[in-house]
Structures are given as C-alpha cells and as structure tokens.
C-alpha cells in the first residue's frame, strides 16, 4: 500500500483567507484588545454625560444620547450605566481613580490636616472639567427634589466611599471606626467646600482652597482623635 504523502492531502483553498488571514490565538488577542478598548471607552461615558447634560440638559441624558454620541451600542451603556444616578457613580470613581494615581508625597513632619488639604484640592482639581455639567445636575436636583431622590441617594453613598480612599491615601489612621468616622467628617466638610467650588472661578481654586482649610482647621482635632487599637 502506498504511503499518502502530506503534500498529497487534497487542500481547500482560501482557508487562511476566509479567515482573514488570523490564525485562532491572534484572533483571540485581537478580540482582547477590542473588548479592553471598549472598556476605556465605557469608562469615558460618565464625562460625555457631563458635556451632554451641558448640551441638552440632566434630564435629557440617556444612554440613547450617549451612544449617538460616543459610537457605542446603547445595551452596552445600559449594562455598565442603568440610570443618572450610575453615572454620577461612575464620574466619582473614575475622579478618584485619576487621584489615587497621583504621585502625591508627604513628609513625616505634614501634618494630617495638611495632608489632608492637599488630596481633597487635587480632587476638587480632578472634578473641574466636569464642573459646567455638575452645575446642570444640581440644578435639575433643585427643581425636581423628588424625582432625584434616588440620584442623590446613589451619589452621596459614593462621596463617603470616595472620601473613605482619600482619607487612606492622606494616611489618616489605622482604626476602622476612626476611619469611618473621619468619612464621616470629610463628607460634611465636602459638602460645603463643594458649593464654594462650584462658584469658584479663580485659577488656581484659591477660594476653595481657603475653604476647605478652614473647615479642615475648624475639625482638626476630631480628625486626629484615633483610639488606640
């Protein structure tokens, strides 16, 4: 019996052109980069929204919106972003993720509050790009109160997780009821430099920053007062 010689295997042609010319490993790495260039993309919405809310109002932004504006498939934004309330999630993960990232470096003779100053400016720094679009959600939360109940809920529990991170990263204690309450005290003192930012047009946010080291000067000693573990 003959031996059947491999370069006598009959062979389909155009196999690798049907294919696009990818074998199945490099296929599967392209569809990896696609999906993690989707990512980032989604990860970008919460800023559309901010210009859109600008463009169209508060109200009016909606994942069909921001498909038609980004290029990405509304389900997909729907998935990641159900409602306004995630978004404004999301825009406070992604501010606090551009913090974290910063190379912020303090000596051993800073003090908390001044640590603290300085990662709370930088966040109020993070946030001014999306200052005109946040002006348009307080606004639509000032006229319909009720109708934003849920949006208010969802974004106040994101400030005292983001303010948790930053009181890590401004190494506030080790204690985690002290951390808690220090939240706690970094969200009353947000809330009220935060009106101040958003009518705070200097270059260098010197009214904010006057601000926040009063209150932080005013809470200084409930700031430091950790238990002993």
Not at 85 to 94: E, I, K, T
Not at 195 to 210: E, I, P, Y
Request: glycine share 6%.
């Amino acid at each position: 019996m003959n031996a059947v010689r491999k370069n006598d295997i009959p062979r389909k042609k155009g196999v690798m052109r049907q294919l696009g010319g990818h074998t199945p490993s490099r296929r599967a790495a392209m569809s990896q980069v696609v999906e993690a260039e989707n990512a980032v993309s989604l990860r970008m919405i919460p800023g559309l929204a901010m210009k859109l809310a600008v463009e169209v109002g508060w109200r009016e932004v909606s994942a069909e919106r921001l498909a038609e504006a980004s290029g990405i498939d509304a389900a997909s934004i729907r998935a990641l972003y159900p409602d306004r309330g995630s978004l404004l999630v999301g825009l406070a993960r992604l501010v606090d993720a551009q913090v974290l990232s910063q190379d912020i470096l303090f000596g051993a003779q800073d003090l908390l509050k001044d640590r603290l100053l300085e990662i709370l400016i930088s966040r109020f720094e993070a946030l001014r790009p999306y200052r005109p679009g946040l002006r348009e959600v307080a606004e639509c939360w000032r006229k319909n109160p009720v109708e934003s109940a849920d949006e208010m809920a969802a974004s106040g529990r994101q400030m005292c997780r983001s303010l948790m991170w930053m009181a890590c990263a401004a190494r506030a204690g080790a204690n985690p009821c002290h951390m808690k309450r220090v939240a706690l005290i970094l969200s009353g003192i947000w809330v009220l430099a935060f009106r101040v930012w958003m009518q705070d047009d200097t270059h260098d946010l010197s009214r904010t920053l006057a601000s926040l080291d009063r209150l932080l000067t005013r809470s200084d000693s409930m700031l430091r007062d950790e238990p002993r573990l």
